[in-house]
């Protein structure tokens, strides 16, 4: 785990650099900072963790698809360049997070310059795959890589190029890497090959690749590409493809969106015929065009995913973990208080039958069977209740351990359940260890002021986005973006 100072350091830098670029998200991370301290102080977040060095704040692309799609094909044309490997079969079976760089010429990087980097995405990648396939975080070099490329359209963002797969066939491992690169990619671009037009020999890969789409908040940011369609040119139907490909994606539940149908130029089979030659080009250039301006303003759609990380991150706290957390400290509590009850009363019981035989209770006697072991100690009232207090103390606390293991999994379930995201289970266990008081209603460090902290937060998150709206939208057409103001 990094220490306080270094990732205090990263953030004080990260601050530096959107000072300059973007000052909505600069506040963004002020607004982060806010959230830390809150999580920090009921066990949500470890010290020295922050939730703005767990997204990537750099425009994230990423590029999708099947074996021989045209992916790579596609990347060396949009940077103009030759930085991935192309042909018919499986050239490459790693993920490629391809960045900007002055050098000269192409650089290629092992996995673990990804996975030990967090400025950029995968960062901690390898101990994800160790959770669905144990051993093989180790092989992170078998599994990613970097490369470093001097191409002008990649200044500012970030390209992702994933090996090509059918999900039936493929290890858990990559799968849990394309679930991690969607998750946080601003850009998906989907590829399909159009000289394959059946496509239910793909049902698995649409199934990985489109069915998650429709329960996604963020549906929007997939583009479907039917790519190499001039292989169709031969038979002129182009329409009965993409309507195959349509059908297929209707049935997985998606019935919205378009597919995108291109090729590329340099790759391209001859067309004979002008006039077809010319349809052809110019549905091509036209949606070449519209992916290309995606790619382009993929910045925009950046800010705005920040700003819905940061007001999901305060909605998880504040209407997700703390309801769970005060539920769970309310079972807890009512374990533990049932349970020293009962002990309580068996003490007193004890206590009472000891009282009793021993002659304090004139006109009383009573020998329990386990008196006569009593009797031959010379114990005192006080005596003999300090040691049972002592034991029924000892008791307690290991009626509290026993209630904690007994609920961490109900709050497991519970997060999982309501898509909250953080250490649930090891802040239930930091509200239960010995200094808490079991009579405790609200969980550590969530008070009015936590309160306000969060909903502050949350209405800052109102106000970055109409700031971004205010720079990129201007409905009416005025010098104010939204008319007269006042």
């Given at each position: 785990?990094?220490?306080?100072?270094?990732?205090?350091?990263?953030?004080?830098?990260?601050?530096?650099?959107?000072?300059q670029?973007?000052p909505?998200?600069?506040?963004?991370?002020?607004?982060?900072?806010?959230?830390?301290?809150v999580?920090h102080?009921?066990?949500?977040?470890?010290?020295g963790?922050?939730?703005a060095?767990?997204i990537?704040?750099w425009?994230?692309?990423?590029?999708?698809?099947?074996?021989s799609?045209?992916?790579?094909?596609?990347?060396?044309?949009?940077?103009?360049?030759?930085?991935?490997?192309?042909?018919?079969q499986a050239?490459?079976?790693?993920?490629?997070?391809?960045?900007?760089s002055?050098?000269a010429?192409?650089?290629?990087l092992?996995?673990?310059?990804?996975d030990?980097?967090?400025?950029?995405?995968?960062?901690r990648?390898?101990?994800?795959?160790?959770?669905v396939?144990?051993?093989?975080?180790?092989?992170i070099d078998?599994?990613?890589?970097l490369?470093?490329?001097?191409?002008?359209?990649?200044?500012?963002?970030i390209?992702?190029?994933?090996?090509?797969?059918?999900a039936?066939?493929?290890?858990?491992?990559t799968?849990?890497i394309?679930?991690?690169?969607?998750?946080?990619s601003?850009?998906?671009?989907?590829?399909?090959?159009?000289r394959h037009?059946?496509p239910g020999?793909?049902?698995?890969?649409?199934?990985?690749?489109?069915?998650k789409?429709?329960?996604?908040?963020?549906p929007?940011?997939f583009?479907?590409?039917?790519?190499?369609?001039?292989m169709?040119?031969?038979?002129?139907?182009?329409?009965?493809?993409?309507?195959a490909?349509q059908?297929a994606l209707?049935?997985?539940?998606?019935?919205?969106?378009?597919?995108?149908?291109?090729?590329?130029?340099?790759?391209?089979?001859?067309?004979e015929?002008?006039?077809?030659?010319?349809?052809?080009?110019s549905k091509?250039?036209?949606?070449l065009?519209?992916i290309?301006?995606?790619?382009?303003?993929?910045?925009?759609?950046?800010?705005?995913?920040?700003?819905?990380?940061?007001?999901?991150?305060?909605?998880?706290i504040?209407?997700g973990?703390?309801?769970?957390?005060t539920?769970?400290?309310?079972?807890?509590r009512?374990?533990?208080?049932?349970?020293?009850a009962?002990?309580?009363?068996?003490?007193?019981?004890?206590f009472?039958?000891?009282?009793?035989?021993?002659?304090?209770?004139?006109?009383?006697?009573?020998d329990?069977?386990w008196?006569?072991?009593?009797e031959?100690?010379s114990?005192g009232?006080?005596?003999?209740?300090?040691?049972?207090?002592?034991?029924?103390?000892?008791?307690?606390?290991?009626?509290?351990?026993l209630a904690?293991?007994g609920?961490?999994?109900?709050?497991r379930?519970?997060?999982?359940?309501?898509?909250?995201?953080?250490?649930?289970?090891?802040?239930?266990?930091?509200n239960t260890?010995?200094?808490?008081?079991?009579?405790?209603?609200?969980?550590?460090?969530?008070?009015?002021?936590?309160?306000?902290?969060?909903?502050?937060v949350?209405?800052?998150?109102?106000?970055?986005v109409?700031?971004l709206?205010?720079?990129?939208?201007?409905?009416?057409?005025s010098e104010?973006?939204?008319g007269?103001?006042?």
């Amino acid at each position: 785990m990094p220490s306080e100072e270094v990732v205090s350091q990263r953030l004080i830098n990260l601050e530096r650099h959107l000072e300059q670029e973007n000052p909505v998200l600069l506040s963004a991370v002020q607004s982060f900072r806010e959230l830390d301290k809150v999580a920090h102080a009921m066990g949500l977040l470890p010290t020295g963790e922050s939730y703005a060095t767990q997204i990537p704040w750099w425009p994230l692309i990423s590029v999708l698809g099947t074996f021989s799609s045209g992916k790579s094909t596609f990347i060396n044309h949009y940077l103009g360049q030759k930085v991935q490997r192309t042909g018919n079969q499986a050239v490459d079976d790693r993920f490629t997070v391809i960045c900007y760089s002055r050098a000269a010429t192409t650089q290629a990087l092992p996995g673990v310059a990804l996975d030990a980097d967090p400025r950029f995405p995968l960062y901690r990648i390898s101990s994800s795959i160790n959770q669905v396939a144990s051993g093989e975080g180790a092989r992170i070099d078998a599994y990613l890589q970097l490369k470093a490329c001097p191409s002008e359209v990649l200044r500012g963002k970030i390209l992702i190029d994933s090996p090509g797969f059918d999900a039936d066939k493929q290890r858990t491992a990559t799968l849990r890497i394309v679930d991690h690169i969607i998750d946080l990619s601003d850009l998906v671009l989907v590829f399909f090959d159009a000289r394959h037009p059946e496509p239910g020999a793909m049902r698995d890969t649409l199934h990985h690749l489109v069915g998650k789409t429709i329960h996604r908040a963020d549906p929007g940011k997939f583009m479907f590409i039917l790519n190499q369609i001039d292989m169709t040119a031969r038979e002129d139907n182009p329409e009965d493809v993409v309507a195959a490909w349509q059908r297929a994606l209707g049935e997985e539940g998606l019935t919205a969106g378009r597919f995108y149908t291109i090729y590329c130029p340099e790759a391209a089979s001859p067309i004979e015929e002008p006039a077809l030659r010319r349809r052809y080009e110019s549905k091509r250039d036209t949606d070449l065009a519209e992916i290309h301006g995606r790619m382009h303003s993929v910045e925009v759609e950046r800010a705005y995913r920040i700003v819905g990380a940061l007001d999901k991150t305060a909605n998880d706290i504040g209407e997700g973990a703390a309801p769970i957390l005060t539920q769970a400290l309310s079972r807890w509590r009512r374990r533990v208080l049932t349970a020293d009850a009962i002990l309580l009363a068996i003490v007193g019981v004890m206590f009472l039958f000891w009282s009793i035989g021993a002659g304090h209770w004139q006109g009383l006697t009573y020998d329990p069977p386990w008196y006569t072991v009593l009797e031959q100690v010379s114990w005192g009232p006080k005596a003999l209740f300090g040691i049972l207090a002592g034991l029924a103390l000892a008791a307690h606390f290991g009626i509290r351990r026993l209630a904690t293991k007994g609920l961490v999994d109900w709050v497991r379930l519970r997060a999982a359940a309501s898509n909250v995201e953080g250490n649930l289970a090891g802040a239930f266990a930091y509200n239960t260890t010995p200094w808490r008081t079991v009579l405790a209603a609200t969980p550590a460090g969530w008070g009015p002021e936590a309160r306000r902290r969060v909903e502050q937060v949350l209405q800052n998150c109102d106000a970055y986005v109409q700031t971004l709206n205010d720079r990129f939208t201007n409905p009416s057409g005025s010098e104010s973006p939204f008319g007269p103001q006042g």
